[in-house]
């Protein structure tokens, strides 16, 4: 355990310092989309391309790992709205909440986090479940998030809900880095030496910055939305994402190699760590944008990142 927490430290403690710099306002908020822009459009992509144009092209093309963690996903939206759907808290807040509780923050601190434990080779486990995740349940959740509107209107809210999420995931260069490295890999194509080391520069940033970027982004969450709440309203997703999601993926993949699917104990390993990752910090922006509640959004990416220094940790313990 203790060389785990080794390991994980340095990345737990990078978005420590991006919390502290943002609360003590030595990094000013008005920069913080800045370095998400950097990190969005130029570092993480590269990272993401690097990681897909030198792995084996079986290993991005498992169809096994999609589908157990898609079912996974699936089942983790269903009860998390259930579980949350009241008086108070309408489809908009309850959606959401589903998504922060199914959604790992794998592309800023997953990617980055799982390589400098496990390898690269463990890189095209972790791209397959970026794409379910950015395509698939954010989108069901977006769409979800609409039913709120539907009264009076049939189905044309969710309609344009999911037009909406399909352009965003068009328009998120992420998903385009993640195919491009697929097709580079199947046709072994490697880029003119200058433009290499160019893209690997930039792929070397993300993780540091990305880090960083994850604290900052929460501090300003937790200044902007620091309005008293019970705990009833964000403990049981954030229990949902550290503890059920991680155990649901690891039953679910056990049942499905032992009913004869061909999924790797090795890809089931990946997958379990990456649900046990802390909720994704760019849902507090999907928040924002669909009138959510995002002083709850926030607070359960902020627990949820700060104990899985711990809990993510048990996990690879108990993995690994």
Same mark, same amino acid.
């Given at each position: ?10 990345? =737990? ?37 690097? =990681? &897909? ?70 890189? &095209? ?36 809900? &999911? ?25 072994? =194509? ?131």
């Amino acid at each position: 355990m203790l060389n785990i927490l080794l390991v994980t430290f340095p990345f =737990f403690a990078l978005v420590l310092g991006g919390f502290v710099a943002a609360r003590r306002k030595m990094l000013p908020l008005d920069a913080i989309p800045g370095l998400n822009g950097f990190v969005l459009y130029f570092a993480l992509p590269c990272l993401l391309f690097r =990681f &897909g144009s030198t792995t084996p092209i079986a290993a991005l093309l498992d169809a096994s790992v999609m589908g157990v963690y898609l079912l996974c996903g699936l089942i983790m939206v269903a009860f998390a709205v259930a579980m949350t759907l009241n008086a108070r808290i309408r489809w908009n807040d309850a959606s959401i909440g589903a998504l922060v509780a199914a959604f790992p923050n794998t592309g800023f601190m997953g990617v980055p986090l799982l390589a400098a434990l496990l390898g690269p080779q463990v890189a &095209g486990t972790v791209i397959l479940t970026i794409l379910v995740d950015m395509v698939v349940t954010s989108s069901l959740c977006i769409a979800l998030s609409r039913l709120d509107e539907t009264e009076g209107h049939g189905g044309r809210a969710m309609l344009d809900a &999911g037009r909406k999420a399909l352009r965003g995931v068009v328009a998120n260069p992420m998903p385009w880095s993640i195919i491009l490295g697929a097709v580079a890999s199947a046709s072994a =194509f490697t880029l003119p030496k200058p433009v290499e080391q160019t893209v690997w520069l930039l792929a070397d940033a993300a993780s540091p910055v990305a880090l960083f970027t994850i604290g900052a982004v929460l501090a300003r969450a937790q200044m902007q939305s620091n309005h008293p709440m019970p705990l009833s309203d964000y403990v049981p997703v954030v229990l949902m994402k550290l503890l059920l999601h991680p155990l649901l993926v690891l039953a679910v993949g056990t049942g499905a190699i032992q009913l004869g699917v061909p999924l790797s104990p090795a890809a089931l390993t990946v997958m379990v760590l990456v649900a046990a990752l802390p909720s994704a910090s760019n849902v507090s922006l999907l928040a924002e944008r669909f009138g959510a509640d995002n002083g709850r959004i926030a607070r359960i990416i902020l627990v949820t990142t700060a104990a899985a220094f711990l809990t993510f940790s048990a996990a690879v313990t108990l993995m690994v």
